[in-house]
């Protein structure tokens, strides 16, 4: 494959030019960098076109790994992987370990075979290893190359993390896996389960309508698939973890706000402190366990690894008490508590009745708006009626893959009834999605 500009991709054999909706990007000035490459038509490489968009933490002198927010199947779900890696509530999670942060889109037709991506054996594994050094290249971070990975994929994009992890274990930290897992056992597809792969921490995790208590419906087959996937892996001792939201489908509703603070966990226990040095393994004293739970009985809670007396192979394993505490509220209503405030936002700058203003998200429940005041007295609150259809009410709103949607939304205000010619003063607070509010 080559990186070009305006590429091609695949369909039924043929290739065609790129065209809607893989044809809007967001910008890709530093800190954003971005590689596309072109459809494939030799074998074992991408049938389709495929484009991935990398942020890294202005100031971060050498990366520490990268993580990847991996889209699911079909053309909406590809699209909305656009807009990934810029999602301020997981470039905090990325800044705080100075990981880059990457999200591919691969450019599949709404009725292409998804399977064509979402199996690393056909070509995504080898473009993904090839655009971590392409864009180390253009970013001048060359170890990009070789820094572990941290991955999170929906749907079919939790059968290409999970995949990954099964070919790739001593190169990954850990790995969330919503509504999809990779094929193990029997199956002429299957992934062998190796040793060093159930040393990766796994989470599983899936709507309760996806055939946990509601057993019908186009998505009814999901949790069959992370059932059996569970259990082969736990039987080997893996480092692995169901979660069901009590509330969702095949959507990611409130997930974010488990998998942000269990990536945060894993990384930081797993991350080495240089470049080149082996991943260290999690901490067998730290973990909690609990007997699995699917919404279907009496919530057990976790329990200091050493205390549990139940069956090992029927437990989850998680990886420390705060997160084993933050699951136990997720599986009941999805609600995980948060007590930490936002940051403060900074650099505001006013030109003539134009505010703008910068602000980093807070790691554990992000950001939900911005309160803005003239002369000491709240004139606007941004967005004025903060909305998602899939969780929590998030600024820069959600699409069902949890990214945000484009146009993505600015922190830009005007302000239309500023008396002119006269002097004001302007303050502006984060608000988090709990409602915590920064100084």
């Not at 970013?139 to 572990?148: F, G, I, K, R």
């Not at 067998?284 to 699995?292: F, H, M, Q, S």
């Not at 069956?311 to 997160?323: D, H, R, T, Y």
Request: with cysteine.
């Amino acid at each position: 494959m080559r990186s070009i500009i305006s590429g091609l991709f695949a369909t039924a054999g043929v290739l065609t030019a790129q065209q809607a909706p893989y044809d809007v990007f967001p910008p890709a000035d530093p800190p954003y960098y971005r590689v596309r490459y072109e459809a494939s038509a030799n074998p074992g490489e991408l049938v389709f076109g495929a484009n991935y968009t990398l942020w890294i933490p202005p100031g971060v002198k050498s990366l520490r790994g990268v993580i990847v927010h991996q889209h699911g199947c079909g053309e909406g779900s590809c699209k909305s992987g656009l807009t990934g890696a810029c999602d301020l509530h997981w470039q905090a999670l990325a800044a705080k370990h100075d990981c880059a942060l990457l999200s591919p889109v691969y450019e599949q037709p709404e009725k292409a075979d998804c399977q064509m991506w979402c199996d690393p054996r056909k070509g995504s594994d080898a473009a993904f290893q090839k655009t971590l050094t392409d864009l180390g290249r253009k970013s001048n971070h060359p170890e990009l190359a070789t820094v572990p990975w941290a991955l999170w994929g929906h749907s079919g994009g939790g059968h290409w993390a999970g995949g990954m992890v099964l070919l790739h274990p001593e190169r990954i930290a850990a790995a969330w896996l919503r509504s999809g897992v990779p094929p193990v056992g029997d199956k002429p597809s299957a992934y062998a389960i190796s040793e060093a792969g159930t040393q990766v921490p796994l989470m599983c995790n899936l709507g309760t309508k996806e055939g946990v208590t509601i057993k019908d419906g186009q998505f009814a087959g999901v949790w069959s698939g992370v059932e059996f996937f569970f259990t082969a892996m736990r039987a080997r001792g893996a480092l692995i973890a169901v979660a069901v939201d009590p509330l969702s489908s095949h959507d990611c509703g409130n997930q974010r706000y488990l998998a942000i603070p269990w990536l945060d966990a894993c990384l930081t226990a797993r991350l080495p402190v240089k470049d080149g040095e082996p991943m260290k393994p999690m901490v067998a004293a730290d973990a909690w366990i609990a007997p699995l739970h699917t919404g279907e009985s009496k919530i057990m809670e976790p329990v200091p690894g050493a205390k549990f007396a139940g069956a090992v192979e029927k437990s989850i394993w998680l990886p420390n008490e705060g997160v084993a505490r933050a699951w136990t509220q997720y599986v009941r209503d999805s609600a995980v508590a948060d007590i930490s405030p936002p940051p403060a936002p900074t650099n505001l700058k006013v030109t003539g009745n134009e505010l703008s203003w910068e602000a980093s998200a807070d790691l554990e429940s992000g950001l939900a708006s911005f309160i803005i005041e003239r002369d000491g007295e709240v004139i606007a609150t941004l967005p004025e009626n903060p909305a998602n259809p899939f969780g929590r009410p998030i600024f820069q709103g959600l699409q069902y893959s949890d990214t945000p949607p484009l146009p993505l939304v600015k922190m830009a205000f005007h302000d239309t009834k500023a008396e002119a010619g006269k002097p004001h003063t302007y303050r502006v607070t984060a608000v988090n999605t709990v409602g915590l509010k920064s100084k």
